[in-house]
């Protein structure tokens, strides 16, 4: 198998290319480094492009692997012909492979087995023979044996049967057809096990949709129903068409006295041996890929969310809302030190709220505070209610902003924000976090395990390795694309950083604490364990602000340093006036190409170079859209149909988004409602985090849903 061919042919791009980024992953290289900093060698690969390529590799050597262990298996047993090598090597999946290793993997003891035991296989080759002249019971009688217990003519035609019926659920052939015909033509039903009985399924009481035609979304919830014993699935298949194939491979001869038996022979073997696993087949197959769909969306949504920019420069005040126990409070400075917690009742059962306004107005002029940051959480519509009034009545100038608290509860009972919070407790670790959510989206977002932040759809339900996987590389993509301070970044942030592991990111902080601030780049050489391939793997992505050299603060990495000085003085500039950056120095160069000959760089890399110098450390969340902050609330009374608002897009997800529109319960906007062109998915028009103007269709407040439109507007 040649595996570099097959991703070539199946990502539309050059062999080469493919082969050049597995010896590089071999090498030891991580995806972002290869990305940034090998450009020339694979030819400018997206991230993306080079994502799909390390996980089909990882799928094909994995099936290679497999094809191997099959192989050997089967010539162990002395029945390795060039045919089966063959198939076998040209396998395209697993389930093929174990379709051709199926007659030849270990059973457990099956009713064929029992039969080939008791001396029936002559019976099943003469009936297969299909030549008889006389009853089939007239042959069959001679193999009854009270011994073996073969009583009657029926019991040894029965056990040759049971031989030939495990042939045919054997054949990899058949196997394929039964299961792509059931594909293309099957019909999934879904039935409700108690009709009367209320749930969020109710739509799948009666449901049937064909298996080529299920959307993702459809799967996973028939597949919770399921799993909660709420519905009943199953798979009807078009067994006439399967019955006739089988008969049409199986019967060859006309003949009066075995045709019938082979007939029932077909149907038994189909029913009792094909048709359960096929079907299992058939809904993994469903099931892994909504899976693989639901976790690309989840992975594009949390891209936007942890990309969106930062509010830098506020004092922030974190509200973590809550009826009982009181609403959480911490106050944030600039840079994220946690300055003060309090606790308020303004909520039920208490309702404190003029001792609450109080003690929030305190501490607004105390620690000039300029942004509130509310969890959407149980109690966020009253918390946010009091906030307005407060805003209306002070006079000093504070905005709000409603924060999406999922995983802020995982976060603060962690060990991470024990270790970081020894004396807080878990609610005013959450307000904390809250807080600085807005602060540094990524900084704190990258604490929380990804498939706790809830910008995905039946999270719970997927295979957990493959999605943790999944998003644990998109965080470490987006936080290897903004860049990490080295003297501020936390070892939750670090450990995603190109070749660095946790032990590693941990080093790090420890050197830091105990030898101060990095000064330089070449410093991280005497973390203990970070030798020089990790190293050459983090040293670009990690910046030092103010270092003595200034290169040292940019994305540009040590190894092009030489190239960089070099280009900086050809180009008539200092490298002292790197720190307010060299406006215009891109347009300046004629022909890239040779001067990076000149400078023994590519001339991609030079074009990075050149891009660095103009903006050194340029974050790319500015080009993201700012979340909105509100100084007064709507509620959903206050909504009627055709009003136009403004909103952030929540979460995305296959049939729509939710856009909060600044009452407590987000709005949806349907797929069909998201543009006049036809678009297959709601990502083609909207990410998270975007700010979109939407008009109200309709308000259900009993049922708590609001419907938006995106067109007309």
């Known amino acids: 198998m040649d595996i570099a061919k097959i991703i070539a042919s199946e990502l539309n791009i050059r062999t080469t290319q493919v082969e050049t980024v597995i010896k590089l992953i071999d090498e030891g290289n991580t995806i972002p480094f290869i990305a940034r900093y090998r450009k020339e060698m694979h030819g400018g690969l997206s991230d993306e492009v080079l994502r799909d390529l390390d996980e089909r590799l990882t799928y094909l050597k994995n099936l290679q692997?497999?094809?191997?262990?099959?192989?050997?298996?089967?010539?162990?047993?002395?029945?390795?012909?060039?045919?089966?090598?063959?198939?076998?090597?040209?396998?395209?999946?697993?389930?093929?492979?174990?379709?051709?290793?199926?007659?030849?993997?270990?059973?457990?003891r099956t009713r064929a087995m029992i039969a080939r035991e008791k001396g029936l296989e002559p019976l099943a080759a003469y009936l297969m023979l299909q030549r008889a002249d006389h009853p089939l019971e007239e042959e069959a009688a001679k193999y009854i044996d009270a011994e073996k217990e073969i009583a009657t003519a029926e019991d040894a035609i029965a056990g040759a049967k049971d031989i030939i019926a495990e042939e045919i659920s054997d054949n990899a052939q058949y196997r394929t057809y039964i299961r792509n015909i059931s594909f293309k033509?099957?019909?999934?039903?879904?039935?409700?096990?108690?009709?009367?009985?209320?749930?969020?399924?109710?739509?799948?009481?009666?449901?049937?949709?064909?298996?080529?035609k299920m959307s993702g979304y459809r799967t996973l919830a028939i597949n919770r129903g399921e799993k909660e014993k709420i519905l009943s699935i199953k798979i009807e298949t078009p067994e006439d068409k399967i019955l006739s194939y089988l008969e049409k491979n199986i019967i060859t001869e006309d003949n009066r006295y075995t045709t019938p038996y082979l007939k029932e022979t077909c149907e038994d073997a189909y029913r009792r041996l094909i048709k359960d696993s096929v079907e299992r087949d058939i809904r993994n197959e469903l099931t892994e890929t909504a899976e693989d769909g639901a976790i690309d969306v989840f992975g594009k949504n949390l891209n936007q969310l942890l990309m969106q920019p930062p509010i830098a420069g506020k004092v922030v005040l974190g509200w973590d809302p809550a009826f009982r126990t009181g609403c959480k409070l911490a106050v944030v400075d600039e840079t994220g030190k946690v300055l003060d917690t309090k606790v308020i009742y303004p909520t039920a059962p208490q309702n404190k709220v003029k001792e609450a306004k109080q003690d929030v107005e305190a501490l607004i002029k105390k620690y000039g505070i300029s942004l509130i940051s509310v969890g959407n959480g149980t109690a966020s519509r009253e918390s946010e209610q009091i906030i307005t009034e407060m805003i209306r009545e002070i006079k000093e100038p504070v905005q709000y902003v409603i924060t999406n608290e999922a995983g802020a509860s995982v976060y603060s009972a962690s060990k991470l924000a024990t270790e970081e919070f020894p004396n807080f407790d878990v609610g005013q670790r959450s307000a904390a976090s809250i807080a600085r959510r807005v602060q540094d989206p990524l900084a704190e977002l990258v604490k929380i395990d990804p498939r706790s932040i809830g910008v995905g759809q039946y999270q719970h339900d997927m295979n957990q390795k493959k999605l943790g996987d999944a998003l644990g590389a998109v965080v470490e993509d987006c936080v290897n694309r903004v860049g990490v301070d080295l003297n501020t970044a936390s070892a939750s942030l670090l450990e995603y950083v190109s070749g660095i592991s946790k032990t590693l990111a941990k080093n790090i902080v420890t050197y830091r604490e105990e030898n101060g601030v990095f000064k330089s780049r070449k410093e991280l050489m005497k973390v203990p364990k970070l030798g020089p391939k990790a190293f050459e793997q983090c040293a670009g992505f990690l910046r030092i602000m103010n270092a003595k050299n200034p290169l040292?603060?940019?994305?540009?990495?040590?190894?092009?340093?030489?190239?960089?000085?070099?280009?900086?003085?050809?180009?008539g500039h200092s490298i002292n006036e790197l720190s307010g950056g060299m406006s215009g120095i891109t347009k300046s160069v004629k022909d890239?190409?040779?001067?990076?000959?000149?400078?023994?760089?590519?001339?991609?890399?030079?074009?990075?170079?050149?891009?660095?110098?103009?903006?050194?450390?340029?974050?790319?969340?500015?080009?993201?859209?700012?979340?909105?902050?509100r100084s007064d609330v709507l509620a959903m009374e206050d909504l009627s149909e055709g009003m136009v608002l403004k909103g952030t897009v929540r979460n995305v997800i296959d049939f729509g988004a939710f856009v909060d529109i600044g009452v407590h319960q987000d709005g949806l906007v349907h797929i069909s409602q998201m543009s006049d062109r036809f678009i297959k998915h709601p990502l083609e028009v909207v990410s998270v985090g975007d700010v979109v103007e939407v008009k109200v269709l309709s308000v259900d407040i009993a049922k708590k849903r609001i419907s938006l439109t995106m067109k007309g507007i």
């Open 185 to 212: 033509e099957g019909v999934l039903t879904s039935e409700a096990k108690d009709k009367e009985a209320e749930s969020v399924y109710e739509m799948y009481y009666e449901f049937r949709e064909n298996v080529s």
């Open 592 to 629: 890239t190409k040779a001067l990076a000959a000149e400078l023994n760089i590519g001339e991609m890399t030079l074009k990075d170079i050149l891009k660095e110098l103009e903006k050194p450390g340029r974050d790319p969340r500015a080009d993201m859209p700012l979340p909105i902050l």
């Open 65 to 108: 692997e497999r094809k191997d262990t099959v192989l050997s298996s089967i010539e162990e047993q002395g029945k390795l012909t060039e045919e089966l090598k063959k198939a076998i090597d040209e396998a395209q999946t697993l389930v093929a492979v174990e379709d051709l290793y199926r007659p030849y993997k270990q059973k457990r």
């Open 552 to 571: 040292d603060g940019t994305s540009v990495h040590p190894e092009s340093y030489d190239a960089a000085v070099k280009l900086i003085e050809k180009l």
